[in-house]
C-alpha cells in the first residue's frame, strides 16, 4: 500500500509540475491576499498539525496541555521542536513573489520534495493547509505554496536567515522527546539500581512514608538496610532530574548482539503513580584506528558513551558524563 502511494504520489507531482508551470507562466494576476498568507497569528488556538512527506511518512501532533504534544498518540514531542514548529508557524511571511524564470524549479521543489501541511484547531476545523518546499540559491528563502492556490511563493521569518522546511520533518523519530527520567523526588516511588557483574554493589532505595530507605542486594534479593544518611539519598535521586539521550539507535545494526551481551548497570524506576521504566546501559569501549581498546591512566577501558535498552522496546545512546553521576555504590 505504501508503494502504491508513493507512485501515486510522484504521478501527481509530476502533472502539478507541467500544470502549474504553464498556469503560472501565463499568469499576470495580483496578489490576492489568500495565496501568500501562510501564517497563523494565534498559534495557542492549534489542536494538532499533521505532516506529510511523498516517501509515505506521515507525523500526527497532537498538543495535550498548554505546553506538552504527543505524537502520532503514542510519544512525548521534544519542546524545542515543537516550539521551532510553532514559531516558524506564527512567524512565516512572504519575502517576495517569485519571478517567472524561478516558478518551474519552485514547483518542481514543492512536487516532488515538499511537505504538506495541514493545522486544525481544537474544533477539528482546518485552519490552514499548504506545501513546504526546499529554497532558493542562497537559501534566504524557502518555497511555499498554499492548498488550492495556483502559485507559490518565497517566504521566510524576518530575522532569521536559513531554510525553513528543515523545521517540517516527518521522521516520527526525530520528534520523540530526548529525556528518559525527569523527576522530582516527590514523584519517585524506588529506585533500584543493579550491576550483574558486581552484584554486592546493588542497591535499592524505597519510599517509607515521607523518607526513603535504602537496602543492598535487587529487588528480589533485598538484604539489611544501609546505613546512608537522608542528604546523600536526596542528592541521589535529584539526578533523575533531567536525564536525556544523545539519540535514538533503533535499527542499529548490531542491535541484537548488544541485546545479547550482559549490561554493565540496569535502572529500575517506579513513580508514585505506579509507573515503570527500566534501563540497561552496555559500554562503548573507545578504540584506535586498529580496533584496539583504549586505556586511562589507571590502565582502564575508555567509555564515553553507552548503549541504552530503554523500557524493553527502543535502542539509545547516552553520554558517560550525563549517566555517570547514577553509577554509585553505597556502602555500608
Request: hydrophobic letters at 40%.
Amino acid at each position: 500500500m505504501k508503494s502504491t502511494n508513493i507512485v501515486l504520489f510522484s504521478l501527481v507531482a509530476a502533472l502539478l509540475v507541467a500544470v502549474l508551470y504553464f498556469t503560472i507562466g501565463n499568469k499576470k494576476g495580483s496578489l490576492d491576499g489568500y495565496d501568500f498568507n501562510f501564517g497563523v497569528s494565534d498559534t495557542a488556538s492549534i489542536q494538532s498539525i499533521y505532516l506529510f512527506d511523498r516517501a509515505g511518512n506521515k507525523v500526527e501532533l497532537d498538543r495535550l496541555t498548554t505546553s506538552e504534544w504527543r505524537i502520532n498518540n503514542k510519544y512525548k514531542v521534544r519542546a524545542d521542536a515543537i516550539k521551532n514548529l510553532l514559531d516558524c508557524i506564527h512567524d512565516v511571511t512572504l519575502q517576495y513573489r517569485l519571478p517567472r524564470n524561478a516558478v518551474k524549479n519552485a514547483v518542481e521543489s514543492l512536487a516532488t520534495s515538499g511537505i504538506k501541511v495541514e493545522i486544525y484547531n481544537s474544533k477539528k476545523e482546518k485552519i490552514k493547509c499548504y506545501y513546504v518546499g526546499g529554497t532558493n540559491a542562497d537559501e534566504t528563502a524557502t518555497f511555499f505554496i498554499m492548498e488550492n492556490a495556483q502559485e507559490p511563493y518565497a517566504c521566510h521569518i524576518p530575522g532569521f536567515i536559513g531554510g525553513l522546511r528543515i523545521r517540517y520533518f516527518t521522521e516520527e523519530q526525530d520528534w520523540r522527546d530526548r529525556f528518559l527520567f525527569a523527576l522530582r523526588q516527590e514523584e519517585i516511588e524506588s529506585v533500584a539500581v543493579e550491576y550483574p557483574l558486581q552484584n554486592a554493589s546493588s542497591f535499592v532505595i524505597h519510599r517509607a512514608g515521607g523518607a526513603f530507605t535504602v537496602q543492598r542486594g535487587t529487588p528480589l534479593t533485598t538484604q539489611k538496610g544501609l546505613n546512608v544518611n537522608s542528604a546523600a539519598i536526596e542528592n541521589y535521586l535529584y539526578n533523575f532530574r533531567h536525564l536525556g539521550i544523545e539519540g535514538f539507535e533503533n535499527g542499529h545494526p548490531q542491535t541484537d548482539s548488544i541485546r545479547a551481551t550482559v549490561p554493565f548497570v540496569i535502572f529500575r524506576v517506579q513513580t508514585t503513580d505506579g509507573k515503570k521504566s527500566l534501563l540497561k546501559l552496555h559500554p562503548i569501549l573507545k578504540r584506535n584506528n586498529d580496533n584496539e581498546i583504549l586505556l586511562d591512566d589507571r590502565k582502564s577501558p575508555i567509555i564515553e558513551r553507552f548503549f541504552g535498552e530503554w523500557n524493553d522496546s527502543d535502542l539509545v545512546m547516552v553520554q558517560g558524563h550525563v549517566f555517570q553521576k547514577l553509577f554509585t555504590r553505597f556502602q555500608l
